[in-house]
Structure formats: structure tokens, C-alpha cells
């Protein structure tokens, strides 16, 4: 097997760093788009992983963060904690995790984190003196049970479902040939 050379992995990161960043831009000046660019980053950030690029996606995910970061300080912290590790996380673990009870003990900590990352974001984007975004009170109300048994049932049908994301970004970008 032919060895890959650095300039493309640099060439296929920053591709992958333009597109996270400038999604994760656009959700932060259009609220109906935040989640959509978060998505979307994590998308961009799998196309590395797809070459076996671990260290391409983290400067891919460091680049799109900090390129993001002035237009919309408080919004990217969903992405920083999160979304833009969850892909490289999922490669690890795909990578070297083999034995089923490994694989539920990582679920369950995946979970866990997700948990948290998004009662984190709750707390910085409802925050009047950070980002300022508010929910209908009937929401808020029940915000921890929304976040911590809602969350935990629609992460194990989202991790499932970025894992075969990840293996079609695979075959599509297996055709490139270096």
C-alpha cells in the first residue's frame, strides 16, 4: 500500500476545517440553523477519520472552533464540548474497542457525556449575560428531565445513527485515490 503523504492529509483537514467552520458560522447567525451547523461540522469532521487521518480531524476540529469563535462566542460551546469530539471519540472506539461489554461501557459513557455537554449548553446559551437564548417556560421547567432521560434515549438512536454516517463517509471517500 502506497504511503500517504502529509500534504494531503493537511489539504483533506483544511477542506474539512472550511466546512465545519463556515456551517457552525451560519448556525450562530441563524438560530433555525444551529443545530443544522453543529450537524454538519460533525459531518465535515468525519471526512479525515475516513483516511485514517486521527490527527488531521482534531486540527480540522480545533481550526473550525477557533475560526468560529468571534462570530458566535457562546453558541460554539455545544460544538467545543461535543459534537466535534463525538466523530474522533467514535473512531477510537471503532478502532480499538472490539468486546461487546467494552462497547456498552462506552455507550454508557458517551451518554453520560452527552448529558452533561448539553445541560452545560443549556446553562451558557440560556445565560442573559452569555448568550442570551430563551426557551418557552413550559420547556424550562422541565429541563432535566428533557436533558437527562430524553437526552440519554435520543443519544444511543444519534451515536448508532453517526456510526453509519461514518461508514458512508467512508465509501464515498474511499474513490479518492491517495
Not at 486540527?59 to 466535534?84: E, R, S, T
Not at 452527552?114 to 442570551?132: N, P, R
Not at 432521560?149 to 445513527?161: A, I, Q, R, S
Request: with cysteine; proline share 4%.
Amino acid at each position: 500500500m502506497k504511503k500517504r503523504s502529509k500534504s494531503f492529509e493537511i489539504a483533506l483537514s483544511a477542506i474539512a476545517a472550511a466546512f465545519a467552520a463556515g456551517f457552525l458560522m451560519l448556525g450562530t447567525l441563524n438560530p433555525f440553523l444551529l443545530a443544522t451547523g453543529y450537524l454538519v461540522a460533525t459531518f465535515a469532521l468525519m471526512v479525515p477519520l475516513s483516511k485514517d487521518f486521527v490527527w488531521g480531524s482534531v486540527l480540522a476540529y480545533l481550526a473550525a472552533g477557533l475560526i468560529a469563535l468571534p462570530l458566535g462566542l457562546w453558541k460554539i460551546i455545544p460544538y467545543a464540548v461535543f459534537f466535534g469530539l463525538h466523530p474522533i471519540v467514535n473512531y477510537l472506539q471503532k478502532k480499538y474497542v472490539k468486546r461487546t461489554p467494552l462497547k456498552v461501557l462506552c455507550l454508557i459513557a458517551k451518554a453520560i457525556w452527552f448529558d452533561f455537554a448539553m445541560w452545560l449548553s443549556f446553562y451558557v446559551l440560556t445565560s442573559t449575560s452569555m448568550a442570551g437564548m430563551e426557551f418557552p417556560p413550559e420547556i424550562a421547567q422541565f429541563i432535566y428531565y428533557i436533558i437527562f432521560l430524553g437526552g440519554t434515549v435520543f443519544f444511543v438512536v444519534y451515536d448508532v445513527m453517526i456510526f453509519f454516517c461514518q461508514r458512508s463517509a467512508d465509501l464515498a471517500i474511499r474513490r479518492i485515490r491517495r
